[in-house]
């Protein structure tokens, strides 16, 4: 809509100029976005793409209009690019959250693209029963639809984690430790009268520092009550003082409760002890939903996370693999647990975070240090897993065995290393190891998380608002294909060069009328000539 006054403010400030005479309006703004500017971006994806093996991530939200919308990204490793890309390939409106919706929506998405559904060789789901049913689940009928009984399943740990967190804390912990971070939270959060009696009774205990706000938790994730245990330990005296004042002074019944919780030691104990867990668990759920990271490491310190818990209530002398042995018989009689902490938290959220070691964790052979030891695991077993055949397992086996044998510089990265494999060629100007560096390729390339289709979902809830409720999913997914697009290639919308074959498709009537009709009231408007964009 802000484009219907760019012409017009053109007209006003660039007299006898070039610029005076743009005709451009939210009609054909919005159609060279559908039906220039979107398509070039999605043959991007296809391009980069080509005929490798990639995977996908997929999750359901409804959006503004309580829509149900299937989320979907795509993950690979650009040779154009030299990393491994993961992004946006598409909102797909499904009629209900049923597998069999969920996957007719894909295989339509994937079809409409013109992206090969047979080389799909991973999915990122979260732990929903309709994503990961046995039988009747997502993964099962992909499985059939591509005919890849070998399709790898990656539940999102950050779910995993967030899930352990949840059950442990609700099978153990007493309730009213949830209700002291929630209340405490609503109490600020409808009154700027209470707000500025806070600040400013904390700025008097402590000489004019201003007090940390309050976050809020998340009914379905406690992981995110991290932030707000931390603040409340941070400010336990001030609160105390807070509520005992407020309820004298308000005779609130929430002040009265919230001051006694405040004024017992008990959930004072509970607060300190569950912090260093939270912590902990927090620092390994960020590495997951980063994009930043070495997917081959991520694997150790989901490990290393599994083991700081396990040691805790596990008899110091005992020599067990708690990763996969049963360590009912090891655990230490007395362990230290704090004064009140029921033992049953850590030993929940132990048996549950073991269930967080996913089924392709040995993509973390494929890292540096792993792949340039002397002695390493065979590569026989993981090559029969991804359907490699006999003739190409042998190549893999002579070229695993071989790479030692090079003096390789990019040692610190594990895409860059397997980039410089890519690139080196023998005396015949031949690559010796490029059916390796292919398979190495499309392992790392599985997802570890479910975080880009989540972004996905927070792009499409800033551009869908409620001032734009009627936008057609057509126009909202072209949007997100600009959006995504720019963010793959590192620019901004004034830096990007759009290359020439595209600028020239600006000015012609049949990419106009190419696709369905507009439907919103964006999409309208009467007085727009879409012949051309300058005359």
Same mark, same amino acid.
């Given at each position: ?8 403010? !053109? ?20 159609? @060279? ?12 994806? &296809? ?18 209009? &309580? ?6 990204? @795509?993950?690979?490793?650009? %040779? ?28 339509? +998405? ?6 090969? $559904? ?20 997502? =993964? ?18 950050? #779910? ?6 949840? =059950? ?21 959060? =409808? ?29 379905? %994730? ?7 245990? !931390? ?7 001030e609160l105390k003082t807070l509520f005992e004042i407020a309820r004298r002074d308000e005779h609130c019944y929430t002040a009265e409760i919230l001051y006694n919780m405040y004024n017992d030691p008990q959930n #004072?104990?509970? +607060?300190?002890? @569950? ?49 996969? *042995?049963?360590?009912?018989?090891? $655990?230490? /009689? ?28 040995? @993509? ?26 006999? /003739? ?106 759009? /290359? ?9 009537? *049949? ?16 007085? *727009? ?7």
């Amino acid at each position: 809509m802000a484009v219907d006054h760019l012409s017009e403010l !053109c007209k006003y400030r660039f007299v006898d100029s070039k610029y005076s005479d743009i005709k451009l309006h939210r009609t054909k703004c919005t159609n @060279i976005i559908k039906n220039v500017l979107a398509p070039h971006f999605i043959q991007e994806i &296809v391009t980069d793409l080509g005929d490798q093996e990639y995977s996908l991530l997929i999750d359901e939200s409804t959006d503004i209009l &309580v829509l149900k919308m299937l989320g979907v990204s @795509i993950r690979y490793f650009s %040779r154009s690019l030299k990393k491994i890309i993961s992004t946006f390939l598409g909102l797909v409106e499904i009629e209900d959250g049923t597998a069999v919706s969920i996957v007719n929506g894909i295989k339509g +998405l994937l079809a409409e693209i013109k992206i090969n $559904l047979k080389k799909l060789i991973g999915i990122g789901t979260d732990n929903a029963s309709v994503m990961t049913g046995t039988n009747s689940g997502v =993964h099962a009928l992909l499985k059939n639809a591509t005919g890849n009984d070998n399709l790898v399943l990656v539940r999102c740990v950050c #779910h995993s984690l967030q899930l352990a967190m949840s =059950h442990a804390s609700a099978e153990t912990l007493p309730r009213n430790v949830e209700f002291l971070i929630r209340e405490t939270y609503n109490w600020f959060s =409808h009154s700027s009268n209470r707000r500025l009696f806070y600040k400013n009774m904390f700025q008097t205990i402590n000489g004019g520092s201003v007090p940390l706000t309050i976050p809020q938790m998340c009914n379905t %994730r406690w992981i995110s009550i991290e932030p707000a245990v !931390c603040r409340i330990l941070d400010q336990w005296i001030e609160l105390k003082t807070l509520f005992e004042i407020a309820r004298r002074d308000e005779h609130c019944y929430t002040a009265e409760i919230l001051y006694n919780m405040y004024n017992d030691p008990q959930n #004072h104990l509970y +607060l300190l002890y @569950i912090r260093p867990i939270l912590q902990e668990v927090q620092v390994v759920n960020k590495l997951f939903e980063s994009n930043d990271v070495d997917p081959t490491r991520l694997y150790n310190d989901l490990i290393g996370l599994v083991e700081s818990i396990g040691r805790r209530i596990l008899n110091p002398t005992a020599r067990v693999d708690i990763l996969t *042995e049963d360590i009912e018989s090891y $655990l230490d /009689p007395k362990p230290y647990m704090g004064l009140l902490l029921r033992p049953n938290y850590l030993n929940t959220i132990f048996s549950l975070m073991q269930q967080t070691i996913y089924a392709n964790v040995k @993509i973390s052979m494929f890292s540096v240090q792993e792949t340039l030891k002397v002695v390493k695991p065979s590569i026989v077993e993981i090559a029969q897993e991804f359907r490699v055949n006999a /003739p190409m397992i042998e190549k893999l086996v002579s070229q695993w065995r071989n790479i030692v044998h090079i003096k390789w510089e990019s040692l610190t990265s594990t895409v860059k290393f397997w980039n410089e494999v890519m690139q080196y060629k023998d005396a015949a100007d031949n690559n010796p190891f490029a059916e390796l560096c292919e398979f190495a390729m499309s392992l790392i390339s599985l997802p570890h998380s479910n975080a880009d289709v989540e972004r996905v979902f927070s792009q499409m809830s800033l551009v869908k608002t409620k001032l734009r409720n009627r936008l057609a999913v057509r126009t909202l997914n072209a949007i997100l294909y600009v959006r995504f697009g720019l963010k793959r290639a590192g620019k901004c919308c004034y830096s990007y060069t759009v /290359p020439d074959n595209v600028l020239r498709s600006i000015g012609t009537k *049949e990419y106009y009328d190419s696709g369905s009709q507009p439907s919103t009231s964006a999409d309208v408007d009467e007085d *727009e000539d879409l012949n051309i964009l300058f005359p």
